[in-house]
């Protein structure tokens, strides 16, 4: 399947620090990226839609002044998660939209391995 | 994004045994999606219905598209260990959103 990276895998930081987390369409490009975040045993919960060159859109409950999408190229997408807290500890994936792939269509979205982060 | 249930939540099976998990929605679903969860990792993408009635099989797994677009399953003949994760129903919706189920959390006993 297609291959996407997040970086860093885990992150530890203080109370008040601000964290940036990459994600990277390593085979395709991503006109559409998503994040979400993960509590432990919970389901996955969409954050914002990330588009290329454009803002990105926010689900309901999610502070855009917070969680800070840039989606600068059609590879690359970045949260940063500013004035993090302890409740922000989260494990945070993303994932990619794949319409083409190596001139098939497709249309999956394909995750990044996730990041864990733990704020102290 | 459009909301599902999956049931059951959890599901504990001897090995060889066949587990089943449904996802059923009150609205009619574009197309919904399928991924696997192991434990500390991330979502694997599995497989998209979009057609009425659909039925696709990959080795020992079987998904299924109800003829409403509602619902969907996914059946898993005769567990092994590597089957052990969290199974969750994605419907996509116009906007590619995809809206997670709670998973089915799949135990197999060796």
């Known amino acids: 399947g297609a291959v996407v990276s997040q970086h860093p895998s885990r992150v530890i930081c203080k109370s008040g620090t601000s964290v940036k987390i990459e994600c990277r369409s390593l085979?395709?490009?991503?006109?559409?990226m998503f994040w979400y975040r993960q509590f432990p045993k919970q389901s996955l919960m969409l954050m914002a839609t990330s588009n290329e060159g454009s803002k990105a859109t926010y689900e309901q409950g999610v502070e855009k002044d917070k969680f800070l999408i840039n989606h600068a190229s059609l590879t690359l997408s970045t949260l940063t998660v500013t004035s993090a807290h302890p409740e922000d500890s989260s494990f945070y994936i993303c994932?990619?939209?794949?319409?083409?792939?190596?001139?098939?269509?497709?249309?999956?979205?394909?995750f990044g391995p996730g990041t864990r982060l733990t704020v102290l | 994004g459009q909301q599902v249930m999956q049931i059951p939540q959890y599901q504990h099976v001897q090995e060889g045994e066949d587990f089943t998990t449904y996802c059923n929605s009150s609205t009619t679903l574009s197309n919904i999606q399928w991924y696997k969860q192991r434990p500390g990792g991330h979502p694997v993408f599995l497989i998209q219905?979009?057609?009425?009635?659909e039925v696709k099989k990959q080795k020992r797994l079987t998904f299924q598209f109800g003829e409403a677009k509602k619902n969907s399953s996914l059946h898993i003949t005769a567990t092994q260990t590597t089957d052990v994760g969290t199974y969750f129903c994605a419907p996509g919706a116009g906007s590619y959103q995809l809206t997670f189920g709670k998973g089915t959390k799949l135990s197999v006993i060796p």
């Open positions: 085979d395709f490009q991503a006109t559409t």
């Open positions: 994932s990619a939209r794949a319409v083409e792939r190596g001139g098939s269509f497709t249309d999956t979205q394909y």
């Open positions: 219905l979009v057609k009425s009635g």
